[in-house]
């Protein structure tokens, strides 16, 4: 009878056991939970972490997470206003706001990251549309280029080096399609949070004709530059030659100059040495003679003279007697 009744008690203490297992949940920091009774949601949804208590058997428990999701797109062709096809890669960040509804509509994580594909990547689509090339590459419209000093006002074509001018931007056309899908995903409990361009590229047909254009205006650019160098050495070249015929012309001037202003000083102390003595005007006319026969006399030197030239009387000798001897005995005697 004992043994009966131990039974029974064991079998009502599992029971009682099993039933409060049953009943009791945990729900992390971390998630949130969703009570449903027959499939349908009841009660208000559990968003405060610890234990707690639910029907057994016939309510069950769904976790949903309440930490910040991250959403990454696939790269995805699609054409600018200014009919380029690029290829854009998205990411953004999102977060279960309202449990109920998230539960309602989408269920699980997956179907949400499937419906966030569809919405983020039409909304996409319809900002890339609607915005030029630039506006999506370019972060900021008054941002100012940096310059090479050395290139910077090389040329007549001061607009080299400069940005485009822009309307709105990447982050304005980022903003634009945050606003627009965070209303449509607002009715499936989610709360967008943030989201932003990851990369922007050539679609892979037309990037190397790109590449070739962009190839193309460097060289324009590096072409000019070169044109604009060979003419400004072209210039310097000419500039010095023409200072160098300057420098040659004055110093030619200056030394011609110098020149009258020695003869002239010459001129006038012969005139003094003239005015002298008759000794002095002799010596003067001999010394003056044997340095022109220097420059006239050379070797195999033939010359022809009167008797009454200036330069005979001097290639005359004297001999100890007194007598005069002819010319050719004196060139004999030397």
């Known amino acids: 009878m004992n043994g009966i009744r131990l039974v029974a008690v064991l079998a009502v203490l599992a029971i009682g056991t099993f039933v409060a297992m049953s009943s009791i949940y945990a729900v992390s920091e971390v998630q949130q939970a969703i009570i449903t009774q027959f499939g349908e949601p009841v009660g208000a949804p559990v968003t405060t972490a610890g234990l707690k208590v639910k029907v057994p058997f ?52 997956r179907s949400a990251q499937s419906r966030l594909d569809d919405i983020l990547g039409s909304e996409t689509r319809n900002a890339v549309a609607k915005h ?80 070739d254009r962009m190839i193309s205006e460097r060289r324009q650019i590096a072409e000019r530059y070169l044109s604009e160098g060979n003419g ?15 420098i040659q012309s004055e110093a030619y001037q200056q030394v011609e100059q110098i020149r009258g202003v020695a003869d002239a ?35 195999n030197t033939t010359l022809v003279l009167s008797t009454g030239s200036d330069l005979f009387k001097f290639l005359e000798g004297v001999t100890p007697d007194g007598s005069r001897v002819s010319v050719q005995r004196s060139r004999d005697k030397r």
């Open 265 to 299: 000083r010459a001129t006038e102390i012969y005139s003094k040495a003239y005015n002298q003595s008759p000794e002095a005007v002799e010596f003067y006319e001999f010394t003056r003679t044997m340095q022109s026969y220097k420059s006239i006399i050379g070797e």
């Open 132 to 211: 030029e090339l630039i506006e999506i590459i370019r972060t900021t419209k008054d941002r100012v280029p940096l310059r090479d000093t050395v290139l910077a006002g090389a040329g007549p074509e001061q607009h080299v080096g400069s940005l485009v001018p822009i309307q709105k931007g990447r982050k304005v056309v980022e903003q634009q399609i945050f606003a627009a899908a965070a209303e449509k995903v607002r009715v499936f409990g989610i709360e967008l949070l943030d989201i932003r361009f990851k990369r922007i590229n050539y679609n892979e047909s037309v990037r190397p004709k790109i590449y």
């Open 58 to 109: 016939i309510q069950d428990v769904n976790l949903i997470d309440k930490r910040v999701l991250e959403w990454g797109g696939t790269p995805t062709d699609m054409p600018t206003k200014d009919k380029l096809y690029v290829s854009v890669d998205l990411f953004a960040r999102w977060r279960i706001a309202d449990p109920l509804q998230y539960f309602l509509r989408l269920r699980d994580e």
């Open 232 to 246: 400004e050495a072209a210039r310097i070249r000419g500039d010095r030659v023409r200072d160098l015929n300057k």
